[in-house]
């Protein structure tokens, strides 16, 4: 287990995961432009050794593979997902500490975000240097919950932010905040240890608080310590720690941005001010480049453990599913009992709160994770005057630039509206003509034959 992002760091570079970059990049579109194109080629953590203008070094794609995440957890990756839900039950609380490395440096004069920090302009028409990682975490005043998750950052001015915050909980923490007239207090983390970092992302109920998660996961109690000038709490090892306040009822045109869905997007979001910088001395900048990949990585196995299972159970007849693209579409491999369970699933799927926009069904003789696979089932078992169902006006996903969007007011406050419509394809075979949809194979006595033969031939590593 890694106490911070240092030792992550020190493990992939153990492992061959971790590639330096020595050549000198600017921050401003060049070093994403190596993260994008690089981890198309090979997919490794990129550490940016010479970064123009900064004596502050960059780390990008942490998580770009579930073999990273294994070993942030300290598990092998075949065992990741049965480790990650045993742990998942065992939560460990925060423990509060006095001081911490991230206070070795505290600037509260003169703040200027940029000089302080080598935040990235990732692509050619974003409005400005975005945080990609920020951990923003936040308090309800009332009742003291917390709230963390990583939620896109413009930097607009030296202490100025523009912040993303239309999930809940943060979102309904700012909401009462506005009502009450009064600022929402926040801290926005940078650079945490691997598996506090992915525990922001993990889907979790107002009142659960994500160090609490982080702590079962490795198997510690995570290391807090109390804000300067807000009253919260953050990881004691962080790299960098911004304080502030989003301003009640404050709303500026926040982007483009180049978002998740390979699409530019901008909205009218809140706006922050920075009064605190705190960090370690000789930081670290933790980056993500979007749509590169690692937020697949993050996002899929997060949903697997978390939403999968209680899918599997309330459906009857589905056996497996997958999102793909974000959630945008959901490959769902059923067991038909009756010629219309295809559809009926597919309907349940519409209702199920995935941000979903397309749901293919599929017979237990397809595998759901191999594409090639997947477009056989449509080419071969699917009639599009037969097979297919449309729902209108359902809720839908806000990077989806395709959607229909609208602001509403909720109680002074502008609330983005997001719907979609939706397409459900059933590629599952007729029971009436089950014999006629056997898929060609080599007897199973054979294929047990043969499997140690291949398994003992892909054991071996070729130079």
């Not at 049965?82 to 490395?101: A, F, M, Q």
């Not at 310590?225 to 962080?238: H, Q």
């Not at 009857?316 to 769902?332: F, N, Q």
Request: glycine share 6%.
């Amino acid at each position: 287990m890694f106490k911070d992002l240092r030792e992550f760091i020190k493990k992939l570079e153990e492992e061959r995961e971790l590639i330096h970059i020595k050549g000198r990049l600017s921050p401003k579109f060049e070093i994403p432009g190596v993260i994008k194109y690089f981890v198309k080629e090979r997919n490794s953590v990129l550490f940016f050794d010479n970064v123009e203008g900064y004596k502050i070094p960059v780390v990008a794609n942490l998580l770009g593979t579930k073999r990273r995440l294994a070993l942030a957890m300290g598990v092998k990756e075949k065992n990741l997902a049965e480790e990650y839900l045993s742990r998942r039950k065992k939560p460990i609380k925060p423990t509060l500490v006095k001081r911490g490395p991230v206070k070795e440096n505290i600037i509260s004069e003169k703040i200027d975000i940029i000089k302080a920090i080598p935040v990235l302009t990732h692509h050619e028409k974003d409005a400005g240097p975005y945080f990609t990682t920020g951990v923003v975490i936040s308090k309800d005043t009332k009742t003291g919950i917390r709230s963390m998750g990583i939620h896109r950052v413009q930097i607009k001015g030296p202490h100025t932010l523009g912040i993303f915050l239309n999930m809940p909980p943060v979102a309904t923490f700012l909401e009462r905040a506005e009502k009450r007239g009064e600022p929402l207090e926040i801290a926005i983390v940078l650079g945490l240890d691997p598996v506090s970092f992915f525990s922001s992302v993990i889907l979790a109920p107002e009142g659960i608080d994500k160090f609490d998660i982080a702590g079962g996961l490795i198997g510690r109690s995570v290391s807090l310590v109390k804000c300067e000038s807000v009253d919260l709490e953050v990881p004691a090892n962080a790299e960098f720690v911004l304080e502030g306040r989003v301003l009640p009822g404050k709303r500026e045109p926040e982007g483009p941005f180049g978002e998740s869905s390979g699409h530019y997007f901008t909205f009218n979001n809140p706006v922050a001010e920075i009064e605190v910088i705190t960090h370690r001395n000789e930081p670290i900048y933790h980056a993500l480049m979007p749509f590169a990949g690692e937020e697949d990585i993050l996002m899929d196995f997060c949903w697997q453990m978390e939403g999968k299972s209680l899918l599997l159970n309330s459906i009857p007849g589905l056996e497996d599913i997958v999102l793909k693209d974000m959630g945008l579409i959901t490959v769902a491999q059923i067991k038909k009992q009756e010629e219309s369970d295809g559809l009926k699933i597919i309907e349940q799927l519409f209702e199920c709160g995935i941000p979903n926009k397309v749901i293919i069904a599929v017979d237990e003789d397809v595998d759901i994770y191999d594409d090639k696979d997947l477009w056989w089932a449509i080419s071969t078992r699917f009639q599009p005057d037969r097979d297919v169902v449309i729902k209108k006006d359902m809720p839908g996903l806000s990077i989806d630039p395709s959607n229909i969007q609208t602001e509403s007011d909720s109680s002074g406050a502008k609330v983005l509206v997001t719907m979609t419509s939706k397409i459900g394809i059933d590629a599952t075979k007729p029971l009436k003509d089950y014999d006629r949809y056997k898929r060609l194979d080599v007897p199973e006595l054979v294929k047990s034959r043969i499997r140690p033969i291949i398994e003992r031939y892909l054991a071996v590593k070729t130079p």
